[in-house]
Structures are given as structure tokens and as C-alpha cells.
């Protein structure tokens, strides 16, 4: 027996007679992940020309959607909503290309602070502790147990360039400490921004739907096109476990 092998043995036996709590505790360790996805359906709001392909875009209707959309644009910046300008001024490109507002963005902390997210929050978290409690290490999360927010208030940047959004990812880890359960959950909170059939949204919805489908992008020059777009908000996990 060498005397790294007694002195270990001469440790546990100590710890044995005291109760073993030290080596106990730190061999007993849990941590935990998290992940789950409620993807953003097919819907309206991601129409192009192909749902429309024999439709004429007329030039005269076109030139005076174009410049309603710019001109709601220019209210959005005036109006301290620079978010929804910058938004609907990308679908007025028609690049189509993704947007993602990350963790510590303006809109990200809008999002934090809004009742929408923290009732997902709530209720994402319950949906969690339930399986911690139960003894899951890697919790994986239903997409019926991740709800969409829907940011109402008119007066805010996240109602005009948001809404009603059609997605949510989430994903975290952590581990228990003293009898709680500590760490970091990511929300990824997703949208499709472009205008389905029936969104009047106080009466721009129809002209800018026109430029989408009837003159859309790419298939007609300077028209619109919808596109994925995303706000990232981490906030803490901190819950007791159960006794």
C-alpha cells in the first residue's frame, strides 16, 4: 500500500466516523440542461409571389404602396420606434434576409421588462422545476409547453415590430446549490415578418401584403419580401427543490 493510497484511506475513515457529510455533499454534485423548441409554423405572413403567380403587379399601385411604406417607416423612426422602422424597412428591401436582435439589445431588454415575456417565463419555469423535481438531468421541454408572446401595447416598439410572435426556443443549465436550483435560461423569441391576408394593422397592413405577393421580391424588382426575425432574452433560473 503506498502512502497516497494509506492517507486516502485514512481520510475516509475519519470522514466515516464524523458522518461522511463533507465527502457526501461534494460528490453530490447535480447539474442540469435544458432545451426545447415550439418552431414557427407555416403561415401567412411568409407568402410570396408563388402564392399569387398570375398575379399583375400594376405600376401605379405599386409606386403608392412603396411610398406609404416609407413614409409609415419615417413615423415608426419619429416615433421613437426605431425597431419597427428598421423591420419595415428591410421587408420594403426585399433581401429577405434574417434579423436577430441578441441578449442585452435595446429590444431584448424591452422584451424582459414586458408582462408578455414574463407570463412565458412563469410559465416556461414551471414547466421546468416539474421535471427537476422529478430527478431529470436533461429536461426537454414540449412545444406545448412553450408559449408565444404577444406584445399588445401599441405605445411600445415591440407591438409595431413584433406582435403576435409564432415561436420560442429555449435553452439553459445549471446545477443544484444548498437545495436550490441556480443557472441561466436563453429565449429565443421568433417571428415572421410580413403581413397575412386580413392584417389591416390600422389600415397599412393590405398595401404592404400587395407589395409581398403581388409585387413580390424577387420575381418584381424593388417589391417586398417576408423574413425570420428573432429577439434573444436570458434571464436567471434560481427555484427551491423540494426538501
Not at 502512502?3 to 455533499?25: D, H, K, N, P
Not at 428598421?86 to 426585399?94: E, P
Not at 435560461?185 to 389591416?200: E, K, Q, R, W
Amino acid at each position: 500500500m503506498s502512502l497516497v493510497y494509506r492517507g486516502a484511506a485514512v481520510i475516509c475513515v475519519i470522514a466515516a466516523l464524523s458522518g461522511c457529510s463533507g465527502v457526501t455533499s461534494s460528490s453530490a454534485g447535480f447539474a442540469f440542461t435544458i432545451a426545447g423548441v415550439n418552431p414557427v409554423p407555416v403561415n401567412g405572413s411568409q407568402d410570396t409571389h408563388a402564392q399569387t403567380p398570375d398575379a399583375a403587379c400594376d405600376s401605379a399601385t405599386f409606386a403608392r404602396d412603396k411610398a406609404v411604406g416609407a413614409e409609415i417607416a419615417t413615423g415608426f423612426a419619429v416615433a421613437n420606434f426605431p425597431v419597427a422602422a428598421y423591420l419595415l424597412r428591410h421587408f420594403l428591401s426585399g433581401g429577405g434576409t434574417r434579423v436577430d436582435y441578441p441578449p442585452g439589445s435595446t429590444i431584448s431588454k424591452e422584451a424582459l421588462a414586458s408582462s408578455a415575456f414574463q407570463a412565458v417565463n412563469n410559465a416556461v419555469q414551471e414547466a421546468i422545476l416539474r421535471q427537476l423535481s422529478s430527478g431529470a438531468g436533461h429536461v426537454r421541454l414540449a412545444a406545448a409547453s412553450l408559449p408565444t408572446a404577444a406584445f399588445e401595447s401599441k405605445t411600445s416598439d415591440l407591438y409595431w415590430g413584433f406582435r403576435g410572435t409564432q415561436g420560442l426556443k429555449v435553452t439553459g443549465r445549471g446545477s443544484r446549490e444548498n437545495g436550490r436550483y441556480v443557472g441561466t435560461l436563453s429565449y429565443v423569441i421568433s417571428d415572421s415578418y410580413g403581413f397575412p391576408a386580413g392584417d389591416t394593422l390600422d389600415g397599412f397592413g393590405p398595401p404592404m401584403r400587395y407589395l409581398q405577393t403581388m409585387c413580390g421580391a424577387p420575381r418584381h424588382a424593388g417589391g417586398a419580401h417576408w423574413f425570420p426575425d428573432t429577439i434573444t432574452v436570458t434571464v436567471p433560473f434560481n427555484r427551491a427543490g423540494p426538501a
